[in-house]
């Protein structure tokens, strides 16, 4: 099975870096995945992670290190639109149904 | 367009009424998807379809009943559900299976509620 955990809750300033970590545990591994989901709103695609290192797309970074089973998401510049719940996710035994964690919910103050 | 679109975007049902969601994805995609989604959860898989044809059910029980019509169409036909049932049901697309890392489009969702 997998088992992904990331922290709850976050909280940051406007303008200001959060990074948002994701340990996993899984029969297999293909790669990881982050979706953001306003309040009220559909998941959208963020990122996927198949290889070590990191993947810049605009202000939103994502990083994997396999030998660790650990990945992170950065998030820079940050701006109050950026209040979210963000999940880590993996595809479901190497297909691309998806397994996510628990989520975690960013606040971002002025 | 990438749009994938739910209807209808709330129900209120009772347990003894039988209801029907729909989902509708024009992006070509030939994988479909529901998940559950409950408040302050995170989406459950429940039903994948592929070409049509349904590849998994996560052992939902048959009170949840899935269509595929044809490629663009999804439905979930809802009978004799339970109070905790009550959730966000989210219908999603990808272009094929088994790409692991290949995006998945989500529609709205629909907020059921059941009495």
């Known amino acids: 099975g997998q088992s992904l955990e990331q922290p709850s809750e976050v909280t940051a300033v406007e303008g200001a870096i959060v990074q948002i970590n994701c340990t996993y545990q899984?029969?297999?591994?293909?790669?990881l995945s982050w979706y953001q989901q306003h309040d009220g709103g559909a998941p959208t695609f963020l990122s996927y992670?198949?290889?070590?290192g990191l993947e810049e797309t605009g202000r939103f970074s994502s990083f994997l290190s396999r030998s660790d089973s650990y990945g992170y998401l950065l998030l820079q510049e940050l701006q109050m639109k950026d209040s979210a719940s963000y999940f880590c996710?993996?595809?479901?035994?190497?297909?691309?149904?998806?397994?996510f964690g628990k989520g975690t919910r960013l606040s971002v103050i002025a | 367009d990438t749009e994938v679109t739910q209807t209808p975007k709330h129900l209120v049902m009772g347990m003894t009424n039988k209801k029907s969601l729909k989902c509708e994805q024009h992006?070509?995609?030939?994988?479909m998807y529901w998940y559950k989604q409950k408040a302050k959860k995170p989406p459950e898989l429940m039903f994948v379809?592929?070409?049509?044809?349904?590849?998994i059910n996560e052992s939902v029980p048959s009170r949840f009943s899935p269509e595929c019509p044809n490629s663009s169409l999804l439905n979930l036909h809802l009978h004799a559900l339970q109070p905790e049932d009550s959730a966000l049901y989210l219908c999603?697309?990808?272009?094929?299976?088994?790409?692991?890392?290949?995006?998945?489009?989500f529609g709205p969702g629909t907020r059921l509620t059941v009495l």
């Open positions: 999603a697309s990808s272009q094929v299976l088994g790409q692991p890392g290949a995006e998945q489009f």
């Open positions: 899984t029969s297999g591994f293909y790669g």
């Open positions: 992670n198949a290889l070590d």
């Open positions: 996710a993996v595809p479901t035994s190497g297909n691309t149904p998806l397994v």
């Open positions: 992006m070509g995609h030939r994988a």
């Open positions: 379809y592929s070409y049509e044809k349904l590849s």
